[in-house]
């Protein structure tokens, strides 16, 4: 019998106010949407029942370990996967896109799509960071990659690209974007500080690779600076080089929040962890 041709899968944690949306564009291209909810408390799971999508509870752990477990859960039963977070709505360009990819003989076996970002409830033209993202795979051939912080999907096929968005319209208040990226700087810190990983299981940063490749390589220089110029010289990239003043004032708070002080944070949590280190290392 043959596998239906594709899976959206998608993570969610009280994701109420946006999973209609994402879930709604989604079906467009497969009836086939898998949940993996973090046992929200909120209506996430009634509307994901209502508009037909199977849903699973497990707890959550990291984002690389919950979406690896969800591909795992799939990769027999389909022959493609779409992963989605579940605030990120894919237009309808990326919608018919995907359908064409999927109704004929696709030229690859992974496809990059490009994300659209948002800042305190506005879409962010040139302001975005990581702007694409692999999120489109035959089964078996992605996965993503064993990370605290920034994770990437990875595969070992060269990949296409989708030129339609996917906007993720994160609806978070700017306190709760500085309440989760307070948290996220904890995982950067502590991913910077230990162990590096290589091989199959990370992104390679490569100068010459696809963007995600590039962008990795660009951050592997930016942690070569200096502590404090780094975060300036980010500030300066993002908001003058890439633009980012063209979103206006948006543009320039999340220009703001994400170099001098989203990054700035993790220099400071870093400083503070080799600080506290060093006496235990002399004792």
Same mark, same amino acid.
Request: positive net charge; glycine residues 6%.
């Given at each position: 019998?043959?596998?239906?041709?594709?899976?959206?899968?998608?993570?969610?944690?009280?994701?109420?106010?946006?999973?209609?949306?994402?879930?709604?564009?989604?079906?467009?291209?497969?009836?086939?949407?898998?949940?993996?909810?973090?046992?929200?408390?909120?209506?996430?799971?009634?509307?994901?029942?209502?508009?037909?999508?199977?849903?699973?509870?497990?707890?959550?752990?990291?984002?690389?370990?919950?979406?690896?477990?969800?591909?795992?859960?799939?990769?027999?039963?389909?022959?493609?996967?779409?992963?989605?977070?579940?605030?990120?709505?894919? &237009?309808?360009?990326?919608?018919?896109?995907?359908?064409?990819?999927?109704?004929?003989?696709?030229?690859?076996?992974?496809?990059?799509?490009?994300?659209? &970002?948002?800042?305190?409830?506005?879409?962010?033209? *040139?302001? =975005?960071?990581?702007?694409?993202?692999?999120?489109?795979?035959?089964?078996?051939?992605?996965?993503?990659?064993?990370?605290?912080?920034?994770?990437? *999907?990875?595969?070992?096929?060269?990949?296409?690209?989708?030129?339609?968005?996917?906007? &993720?319209?994160?609806?978070?208040?700017?306190?709760?974007?500085?309440?989760?990226?307070?948290?996220?700087? &904890?995982?950067?810190?502590?991913?910077?500080?230990?162990?590096?990983?290589?091989?199959?299981?990370?992104?390679?940063?490569?100068?010459? =690779?696809?963007?995600?490749?590039?962008?990795?390589?660009?951050?592997?220089?930016?942690?070569?600076?200096?502590?404090?110029?780094?975060?300036?010289?980010?500030?300066?990239?993002?908001?003058?080089?890439?633009?980012?003043?063209?979103? =206006?004032?948006?543009?320039?708070? *999340?220009?703001?929040?994400?170099?001098?002080? *989203?990054?700035?944070?993790?220099?400071?949590?870093?400083?503070?962890?080799?600080?506290?280190?060093?006496?235990?290392?002399?004792?």
């Amino acid at each position: 019998m043959e596998k239906p041709n594709c899976v959206v899968v998608i993570l969610t944690f009280n994701s109420a106010s946006i999973i209609r949306e994402t879930v709604s564009q989604a079906k467009k291209l497969s009836p086939h949407v898998y949940v993996v909810d973090s046992h929200s408390s909120d209506n996430t799971v009634a509307i994901l029942e209502e508009l037909g999508c199977t849903v699973v509870q497990r707890p959550f752990s990291n984002y690389s370990d919950q979406r690896n477990w969800a591909i795992s859960q799939v990769e027999a039963s389909y022959g493609w996967q779409l992963h989605l977070d579940a605030d990120e709505v894919l &237009d309808a360009q990326a919608v018919d896109e995907i359908k064409a990819v999927l109704s004929g003989t696709p030229r690859f076996d992974a496809y990059l799509l490009r994300r659209r &970002d948002y800042f305190m409830g506005k879409m962010l033209r *040139f302001s =975005g960071v990581n702007p694409w993202h692999l999120r489109l795979f035959r089964s078996g051939t992605g996965r993503c990659e064993s990370r605290l912080y920034d994770q990437h *999907f990875i595969s070992s096929a060269t990949p296409g690209r989708i030129s339609g968005f996917m906007h &993720d319209k994160n609806s978070a208040r700017l306190s709760d974007w500085i309440a989760s990226h307070n948290r996220w700087s &904890d995982a950067e810190a502590k991913e910077k500080l230990g162990p590096r990983l290589g091989g199959d299981n990370v992104l390679q940063p490569r100068l010459m =690779g696809d963007a995600r490749e590039r962008t990795r390589f660009i951050k592997e220089l930016y942690y070569k600076l200096p502590t404090g110029l780094r975060s300036l010289s980010y500030f300066v990239y993002r908001y003058i080089f890439r633009l980012g003043f063209l979103d =206006g004032t948006t543009g320039f708070y *999340f220009a703001f929040f994400q170099a001098l002080w *989203f990054r700035m944070l993790v220099d400071a949590k870093m400083y503070e962890q080799r600080s506290t280190q060093l006496p235990q290392r002399l004792n």
